[in-house]
């Protein structure tokens, strides 16, 4: 059966049974391959995408529960080009090494940053603790988020 | 006898076969400037470890090429090389080489990596080979093509030689310049590496030596990027493999009527390979869930009784690896003794990507698979042999991949996949799951390791009897001063699979050597930093010592009351590391790691902030290992194979880290992937005793928290 999705601001369709995860709907059948497969059972952070602004763990989130919900992606983060500025600390603070958690701590770092503009080193460790990444880059990680949390609040004034 | 210290490293006998076209891929490339790495040069120098099985150190290799650099008539520099890229950051840092001596920026130079079809054979990226080996060798081929240029500009422009020069990617020779393409143009110009092409000092190093960002960071940080487990194929289908209940089981009867009655599936068996392609992946889980097969299985030790199976189940003779003086007369006559048994437990590596392989094979019976590895070639050979094809009939591509950690030098999903793609004969994707991965791979090596001891009250340690169980010999031997010293390894027979691992049994055999050090320590009265240094004289280990020692403020430092420092140091693979380490232990025991400080010497740097970001990620990634991550398994069967069961660390786990970089330039940079790591489980576990009182001999130290009391 066919489920109508909003991705990225974008009406998309799969052909699609609804217990299917929406990890799967996205790298299989929508060829959004950002998010990423790391367990399978919402433990690693890696398949994290954004529904309604929220950090979810898409391997583990059927796609019918996600039709007619907002939903975003690693690949619908940057506009017009520009990146996020999350993105952009990543780059500057080198937060990666094989890159492959990458895409979920920017959108777990994202979600976090939309509802708390000016997280503390506790509320980024709290906010980031279900992702992981085996290349053990997590301080440049929370250094990231710290950064982009700066510089949200100087284009913000 | 000449010891194996790599013996995990590698599976199985590399097959070396490169039949190289010029010609033909000259003419593919269109012309321009190509210098050739002879293979000689890059394999003729590993000489580090020793001889090893397969016979590819020090024995004599064909006479072939070991990477090229080539130079477009659009000046595009593009350098092939077999070594791959898996998170260490090598893709920059050789871009980083070759852009220093053509004097061109980074982003000028592109690396195709891991293709068995674009780039001339490599054995495998591992071993911390590809700074010292493959970074020179690319910077002298690059240092050839610089100086090809200029003898071609003052040629074409019959000027003096002396009077040109090369910078920002143009030769220029007063007002007149050109870039790289505009003189190579029309021409196809082939140059082998003269003796001592004249490379820039590590003094007036300008893109070396600074910390580049990573060339691709664009991609990955917006998700396009695409590892091996994204690749697609038009008409691809989706594999899954029915696996037996336990290792070594075999296949006795199947029932696959109910799986082939799915629409668009197909049941592939072959001795006792099972497995399924379906047009998607929910249809290939319900299809291999719907294959109705018995096993027999046989009954394996546990997890349980394991370090008394490694030690009564001898694999062969055990190898000396270090044998001075009379040790048993100084044990004897020693006015200090000890003697302690350290224990290590089999780890996962746990790369956040699977393995994942998308195999297509063509009309005429050519195989193409891209695949995560560590070694694309060996894969080839891995494939080869088990379709039973010519290695030139196997392409095998590695995308730039979501790491390895040495837990990815083996070809197994890729030959699932290449298998159940003949059967269907259509492309298949096969993706691990998160409990194949931790179940179907290999592990790294368990063992026990057995110290006896003596020294003088002075300090001085006059005997060292180290026995090694299944561990591996990587890293056997300390930079200690000790007259009398017996160093064995005894290869076991290992319940599980295993094989190479970050550092290899370095981290094992620094975490026994270093922890007795420790006690030893203890028990003549000294402090542990000064008992080190009184029984150095190596001077770099004794300068990371003291270095660590001086940035973590060892002295003035208060142990006790349930708070500790620790210290620990070691050296291989030309990386000397010492670890410094603050905890405290809180009243359940859990273990918080405050900071860590890490003095590292691997001689010139070519990137600090690569080589900060490697010896941090070591240093988290070694949490793990050393407080909480073991298999445990039973008959066959890993107990814990998901990380809802198996811990790794997370954000919360990691303490303040703090790396000082102590190489000079005038020292040939070695690799920095893997030793750094070797330091932290000793330095914990001797932080745990400085605050507790409690000494830990096993690894992890602390899967349930420091015990209370049992010293």
Redesign the interface.
Known sequence: MAIELNINGMARRAE??P??SLL?TL???L???????????G??G?CTVLIDGKATRSCITPVGSAAGRKIT???G??VNGR?HPL??A???V?A????????GM?MSGVALLDRNPNPSRDD??HA??G????????????EAVRLASMAARRTAR | MIMEPDRYELNEKPAYRFDLNRREWFEALGGGFLVLVLAADVEGQESGGGGRRGGFRGAPLPQEVGAWLHIGQDSAITVFTGKVE????IRTSLAQAVAEELRAPVESVRMVMGDTALCPFDMGTFGSMTTPMMSPQLRRAAATAREGLIDLAAKQWNADRASISVRDGRVVNGSQSATFGELTRGQKLVATIPANPPLTPARDWKVMDQ?V??VN??E????????P??M?APGML?GKVVRPPAFGAKLASVDSKAAESIPGVTVVRDGDFLAVAAP???TAEQAAAAVRASWKTEPQPSWRELFEYLKANPAGEPQRAQHSGSVEAALLSAEVKLRQTYHIAYIA??????RAALAEWSEDGRLTVWTGTQRPFGVRSELAQAFHLPEDRVHVLMP????G?GGKHTGECAIEAARIAKAANRPVKL?W??EEEFTWAYFRPAGVIEIASGARRDGTITAWDFHNYNSGAAGIRGTYNIANQRVEFHPAKSPLRQGSYRALAATANHFARESHIDELAHAVGMDPLEFRLHNLTDERQKNVLKAAAEKFRWTGFKSGAGRGRGIACGFDKNGYVATCVDLSIDQRGAVKLHRVVTAWDSGAVVNP??LR??I??????GIGGALFEAIEFENGRVLNP???KYR?????D?P??ETVLVGSKDVQPAGAGEIPIVGLAPAIGNAVFAATGVRLRSLPLAPQGVPAGAA
């Not at chain 2, 990955?220 to 590892?227: M, P």
């Not at chain 2, 941090?616 to 990634?621: D, P, R, S, W």
Request: net charge neutral.
């Open positions: 699609v049974d217990q299917t799967s790298r299989d059948y060829g959004l391959t950002g998010a990423k497969y790391g367990c399978g059972e433990q690693c890696a992606t690693i690949e983060l940057s990146l993105q952009q990543f780059i500057d080198d990666m090494q094989c890159g492959y958690c990458t895409p920017i980024i460790i980031m603790q992702n992981i990444c085996r290349c053990g880059t997590y301080p440049r990680i929370i | 898996v998170g260490q950051n910390p960002r990573k960071a664009r990955i940080v917006t998700g396009a990027h695409k590892y487990s994204d697609s989706f998607d992946p929910r590596h746990a790369p956040l990507e699977p730039d991949m979501g790491s950690y993706v799951t998160r902030d690569g970001n490697q941090e990620g070591a240093n988290v990634m998901r990380f809802s790794v660390p997370r954000f919360s990691v303040a880290i």
